[in-house]
């Protein structure tokens, strides 16, 4: 089993950044394919970023592409979300995901999830 703890959510202006972090625990996932993915109220569930487990190559939605940088420490056994120039439609909950899978962006082929963190951008 694996458990993930997210933190570093908070309200931002926009043009601000904020840095999630999510600490896994349980067993090693160096190898599985990590991802962040964000729910606005009323929404669905969209996929932000992922990394895969085996080349470490970033994947980005459009809509944050450039802005936003998914990465990864495994010897702290955490993974990361440094976002930049918010916007106030970036505000949602923001959930960390683990796959057994090297590399995904489908939300149901992800195993494990954190319990979310907000975060909200002024305009």
């Known amino acids: 089993q694996v458990q993930l703890l997210e933190s570093g959510g908070g309200l931002v202006q926009a043009g601000g950044s904020l840095r999630l972090s999510c600490a896994a625990s349980?067993?090693?996932?160096?190898?599985?394919?990590v991802a962040w993915f964000r729910q606005a109220p009323g929404k669905e569930r969209e996929f932000v970023a992922a990394?895969?487990?085996?080349?470490?190559?970033?994947y980005y939605a459009y809509a944050v592409k450039d802005r936003f940088t998914i990465s990864r420490d495994n010897a702290k056994n955490t993974f990361y979300l440094q976002m930049s120039s918010l916007k106030p439609e970036d505000t949602a909950t923001y959930y960390c995901?683990?796959?057994?899978?090297?590399?995904?962006?489908?939300?149901?082929?992800?195993?494990?999830w954190g319990q979310g963190t907000q975060v909200t951008v002024s305009s």
């Open positions: 995901a683990a796959s057994i899978l090297s590399f995904t962006i489908e939300r149901q082929q992800y195993d494990y």
């Open positions: 990394l895969d487990g085996t080349t470490t190559k970033p």
């Open positions: 349980g067993r090693t996932f160096s190898r599985f394919a």
